[in-house]
């Protein structure tokens, strides 16, 4: 019985020792198996931080590089684009840039021209639809200004006496003479706009209106006529641009004349000498203007005309003494300087007075040229201007040709 006890109790005990064994083995597997499944877990935390810091480093590393490699190929990359560009592609492609706008400028500017509203000399208003192809300038005071605004005529009237013509006018078809031109050879040239002169040509605004053909009546004496007028045709003709160019050149060139005049001036008498008799010029002739544009004492200033409009006062012998000019002008409407000196000589010379006078004395007198006095210069005004300074004043401007 004894020994059955010790030898269960073996048994228990070896089993109990068994048994507690492979408890530790299993457990040493579980321990074993957390453990690595928390080395993996480590080891994939650590990856992932590696990762997100090589991610958030790579963007620094490329912004730092990219602005560091930028400017160097963008500056090698100009050099290399640099020469590709030649110096006469620039110049092509720089014209080309600026001709546009020029030529938006120059369509706005024609189409902002008309219609053209005109008020004439003769008070009556003219409406022109579009600029005119045929014009025809009748007298020679405005197909001169008519060519030097960039227009063409036509058709002319004769030229007389020093009346000067532009040049390629020579050959156009002749009206006859300025003071009755043809009307019916005028009308079958089928002009589309007319430009007659004041004090001329206005009975024959009527005919023309009456065949439809727009026609304007001017006048042009002085010298802001001749400016206002310039700019007129500029406007007709739309060649504004090429008239400016004229009126400043006129406007300089009688500053410069005007800024050299002496401080005290001289007094003249301007005569009008004609194949019928001798006149006085007023202030609203040619002449007349030009002396106050000298700042000459004209001493028919304020003196009445002989008709009403005229330019012209009659002669007064007994004035022309009382004043004593210091220079006496002859403007003339003959065809040469020796008819308009016999007139001279017939009318005044036989007069005991005109000797006495101290311009005569002295040998003051001087001729106006025709193409500068009695027909207006028009954008060569300042020539005149010019003359008649040097014929008053020759100690500073030098004497006249002749």
Request: proline letters at 6%; hydrophobic letters at 35%.
């Amino acid at each position: 019985m004894e020994k059955y006890t010790n030898l269960l109790a073996w048994i228990i005990i070896t089993t109990l020792i068994l048994t507690s064994g492979c408890g530790s083995k299993e457990s040493n597997k579980r321990n074993a198996q957390s453990e690595s499944k928390i080395e993996q877990t480590t080891q994939t935390e650590t990856a992932k931080k590696e990762e997100q810091t090589k991610e958030t480093e790579q963007p620094k590393q490329t912004e730092a590089s990219n602005k560091e490699e930028q400017p160097k190929q963008t500056e090698a990359a100009k050099k290399e684009e640099q020469p590709k560009k030649t110096e006469a592609a620039k110049k092509e492609e720089q014209p080309k840039q600026t001709e546009k706008p020029q030529k938006q400028e120059q369509t706005q500017q024609k189409a902002s021209a008309y219609p053209l509203t005109i008020k004439d000399d003769a008070g009556r208003t003219v409406v022109l639809e579009q600029i005119p192809k045929r014009i025809a300038a009748i007298s020679g005071t405005f197909l001169g200004i008519l060519y030097a605004a960039g227009g063409k005529s036509i058709a002319r009237c004769d030229a007389s006496g020093g009346s000067p013509l532009p040049e390629g006018t020579n050959e156009l078809p002749s009206l006859g003479h300025v003071s009755n031109p043809d009307m019916e050879k005028l009308i079958s040239l089928q002009p589309d706009f007319v430009i007659l002169q004041r004090g001329i040509h206005d009975k024959f605004t009527q005919v023309l209106e009456a065949s439809k053909i727009p026609v304007i009546v001017l006048q042009m004496k002085t010298y802001d006529e001749v400016v206002s007028k310039l700019k007129l045709f500029g406007d007709i003709c739309n060649t504004a641009d090429k008239v400016k160019p004229l009126i400043d050149t006129m406007e300089k060139k009688i500053n410069e004349i005007v800024s050299k005049l002496p401080a005290k001036p001289k007094k003249v008498v301007i005569l009008y000498a004609t194949s019928q008799d001798v006149s006085v010029k007023l202030d609203n002739s040619i002449a007349g203007n030009v002396a106050q544009i000298l700042k000459i004492k004209n001493i028919a200033t304020g003196m009445k005309p002989d008709k009403m409009g005229s330019e012209s006062t009659p002669f007064s012998m007994e004035k022309i003494v009382e004043s004593d000019p210091d220079v006496i002008l002859v403007t003339t409407m003959v065809s040469s300087r020796e008819i308009a000196e016999e007139r001279i000589k017939k009318d005044l010379e036989s007069n005991p007075a005109w000797s006495e006078l101290r311009a005569v004395k002295e040998k003051r007198i001087v001729y106006l040229p025709q193409s500068h006095f009695l027909y207006n210069p028009g954008e060569r005004f300042h020539e005149a201007v010019e003359y008649m300074a040097k014929a008053v004043y020759p100690e500073v401007y030098g004497n006249v040709s002749n």
